[in-house]
């Protein structure tokens, strides 16, 4: 008898079952494994990692309350089946394309694109490789664990900077090159963001699925100059002509508080880690100025004047 | 297409199952395309199924599959009407890819794609502009779309582009060959005629981008998507640092880094610094957590000295 034969009987049956089924039963109704006993014990772990890493969710409990300590094996239909996102096929077809031109490192978006209803056909021939925009995202230990915990809102714990955290994750973010996790740090009892190759240990669940609120919704991509937990002052930042196309976009067009005639501009930029705005307006080099407030810009030419004694 | 494995064949068929089923006779060669297969391998895995089902296997309890005249029917395999949900990677890679598209300059913020990734999302639990965000970098819509034309058409094109590293902008004629993003910043590589070699360019520090008449031959191979590699005759610097200053060390590709004897917890680290004003920018960011110990000393009291002008003059 064939394997796959084997394990589509496997999953049926777990299935299929009303209540737990024991390893015994299953060796029962399952024609296919061996009749030696520790063949047949390998052959069984075997399937069963096998199912689990597909993601079948696989659950081992007490077979009834009167026999706590037999246990048994079936895979909840509700756990199971993907909820029907009703895709129409433009949107399906999006998704693929999405899926084809940005390759994200440890995730195969093939397998995930069958359960949505496979590759159409119809679609007509690919966009020319030119049009479409090609973006590596590079993988992070512990992202799908994360992800995982963030659909079913259970809480994680795990160390960073030398000290056990509990969070309730939020939200995954890509910037600057680096995957971060956003939630709320009960220790701290406030929001945090964790950058991830810098966690410290495994990630484990720390709580039931359902333990907090859904996340608030994320302000736009949250700078390095606001990420920080000093006094709030909003800088006025003056970028000559040459660089205000990039500095505009880089903290956005709301931020524009004048332009003037040369091209210059001047932008409103709310800060609460200064040394992460220093970094930035020190990067314009001599085409940008802190005009105010007056401490801020106090503080930036005492920073350069340290750097040049006499 | 390498021979799957039993687990690879049973991820495919436990999708197939569900959207054939669905369906009222779809056509063999329309299921084998939609799941990326042969025909022949289609059939190999259907005529496996129709053997299975529940225990005891009579045939009231056997899949019922029928394949006739190019066509697939299958019934009584209720326990899979619906595909398998999404792992947590599969959901992840799906959102942050196509949250990636639409990051893209230029995306159609209400399209397909905006519409496929909130279902999509709703199906996973999560809400989509809450569990992922992706930011590439900015980058001017009017200069992403000339790339990408050029890209398509092979034109060439002439940039006015801000040379970080030695702080000034220069104008020169390219052949664009792909715009990509990586590492939070979008790039464009091209042939760049100014200096006879094939360049990275960033796309946020181009500040015009005029498509010229002129095509070229594209690129055979495709090029390496490297951002930054170090030559070999590129000056070195070589800075002692503080524990403070230490992200230096996972930033940028550093040489050589050893600790300083006896110098609680400092290092002394070698990079190729080929660009003055580069360097400019590190060293005054770092301030008092670098010292130059081989190199131009007064290169930061120099850059120092320039801005501070700014700011007495005001």
């Not at chain 1, 090159?177 to 406030?190: E, I, K, P, Q, S």
């Not at chain 1, 859904?214 to 800088?235: I, Q, S």
Request: hydrophobic share 45%; proline share 7%; with cysteine.
């Amino acid at each position: 008898m064939h394997r796959l034969e084997r394990l589509i009987n496997l999953v049926a049956a777990l299935l299929e079952a009303e209540r737990p089924l024991t390893i015994d039963e299953l060796r029962f109704r399952l024609p296919g494994y061996a009749e030696n006993d520790a063949t047949f014990r390998r052959a069984f772990e075997r399937d069963k990692e096998a199912l689990r890493e597909l993601g079948v969710p696989l659950v081992t409990e007490p077979l009834d309350v009167l026999h706590p300590d037999v246990l048994g094996y079936r895979v909840p239909k509700d756990a199971y089946y993907l909820r029907d996102p009703g895709l129409e096929p433009d949107e399906l077809a999006a998704l693929h394309l999405a899926a084809s031109a940005v390759r994200m490192e440890g995730a195969d978006g093939v397998a995930a694109l069958w359960k949505l209803g496979g590759e159409l056909a119809e679609q007509g021939p690919a966009p020319a490789v030119g049009s479409v925009a090609v973006a590596a995202l590079p993988g992070a230990d512990h992202l799908a664990v994360l992800f995982g915990a963030i659909s079913a809102r259970r809480p994680v714990a795990f160390d960073y900077h030398g000290r056990p955290r509990r969070i309730d994750p939020w939200r995954l973010s890509f910037r600057t090159g680096h995957w971060y996790l956003a939630g709320f740090d009960h220790g701290a009892g406030a929001e945090r963001s964790y950058r991830l190759d810098r966690v410290e240990s495994e990630v484990t669940a720390a709580g039931d699925a359902n333990s907090f609120p859904p996340a608030p919704a994320a302000t736009a991509a949250t700078p390095a100059w606001e990420m920080g937990e000093g006094e709030p002052v909003v800088a006025r930042l003056l970028v000559d002509v040459d660089q205000a196309g990039w500095a505009v976009g880089f903290v956005g067009a709301d931020s524009v508080e004048e332009r003037r005639e040369d091209g210059s501009v001047v932008l409103a930029v709310p800060v609460t880690n200064r040394p992460a705005f220093r970094s930035f307006v020190l990067g314009f080099l001599d085409h940008a100025e802190v005009l105010g407030p007056p401490d801020l810009r106090a503080e930036m030419v005492e920073w350069l004047e340290a750097q040049c004694p006499g | 297409m390498p021979r799957l494995s039993a687990d690879d064949r049973l991820q495919r068929l436990l999708a197939v199952v569900p959207w054939v089923a669905a369906r009222e006779g779809p056509r063999l060669a329309d299921v084998a395309a939609r799941f990326g297969c042969r025909e022949d391998e289609l059939v190999d895995d259907l005529q496996l199924l129709f053997l299975c089902g529940l225990h005891p296997y009579t045939p009231d309890m056997l899949i019922d599959v029928d394949i006739a005249d190019g066509r697939v029917w299958i019934r009584y395999a209720d326990y899979f009407a619906r595909p398998l949900r999404l792992t947590p990677a599969e959901g992840l890679g799906l959102l942050a890819a196509g949250r990636t598209l639409l990051a893209t300059p230029g995306a159609d913020p209400n399209g397909p794609l905006a519409r496929g990734l909130a279902k999509l999302a709703g199906a996973l639990g999560v809400g989509v502009d809450e569990a992922v965000e992706i930011s590439l970098g900015s980058a001017p819509e009017g200069v992403m779309a000339v790339l990408r034309e050029a890209v398509a058409t092979s034109h060439q094109v002439e940039i006015e582009y801000y040379a970080f590293g030695r702080d000034e902008w220069t104008t020169r004629t390219v052949d664009p060959s792909t715009v990509f993003s990586a590492s939070g910043q979008w790039y464009v590589s091209a042939w760049c005629h100014l200096v006879d070699d094939e360049r990275l360019f960033r796309v946020d520090r181009i500040r015009t981008a005029t498509l010229l008449g002129t095509g070229f031959s594209p690129p055979t191979t495709p090029r390496e998507l490297a951002v930054y590699r170090p030559r070999p005759d590129d000056p070195r610097v070589t800075l002692e640092l503080d524990p403070a200053a230490a992200w230096v060390v996972e930033q940028y590709p550093v040489e050589k880094v050893e600790p300083v004897a006896g110098g609680g917890g400092r290092v002394r680290v070698t990079l190729a610094a080929s660009q003055r004003a580069w360097l400019e920018r590190l060293l005054l960011r770092l301030g008092p957590a670098a010292r130059v110990v081989d190199g131009d000393q007064e290169l930061a009291a120099g850059a120092a000295r320039r801005i501070l002008d700014r700011y007495r003059d005001g």
